[in-house]
């Protein structure tokens, strides 16, 4: 499964361009979209730390590597290090927290 952290990255950005695309009337389903990505983010996160082998000696972890365009030197490289893992947890949690936490905020105030 070591296209994790992909799925973690891309999965925030093409939910993001989905809703874009979505109607304004149809803005309760947006955020519903909004938070039902951002829980599954969150599940992948956890079992990337979960599966974190802290006494591996290799410097990245779930270590992926595309040649993109390879004529302009141009690659796509994703790793997670031990320094990076509390940070992707802590932002995999805090995302869901704060769609729902602010979801009357926003309905309220009439900023969507």
Do not use: C
Request: proline residues 5%; glycine residues 6%; neutral net charge.
């Amino acid at each position: 499964m070591s296209q994790i952290l992909s799925w973690i990255v891309l999965l925030p950005a093409l939910t993001g361009f989905v809703i874009l695309l979505l109607p304004k009337s149809w803005e309760t389903k947006s955020r519903q979209i909004a938070v039902l990505s951002s829980l599954v983010v969150a599940v992948l996160a956890f079992w990337a730390a979960q599966n974190f082998d802290v006494k591996s000696l290799e410097p990245y972890q779930f270590h992926i590597k595309y040649e993109w365009m390879p004529m302009l030197g141009i690659h796509y490289e994703l790793g997670l290090d031990g320094m990076n893992l509390p940070l992707m947890v802590m932002t995999a949690l805090i995302t869901p927290l704060a769609f729902i936490g602010t979801w009357s905020q926003t309905q309220a105030s009439g900023l969507m």
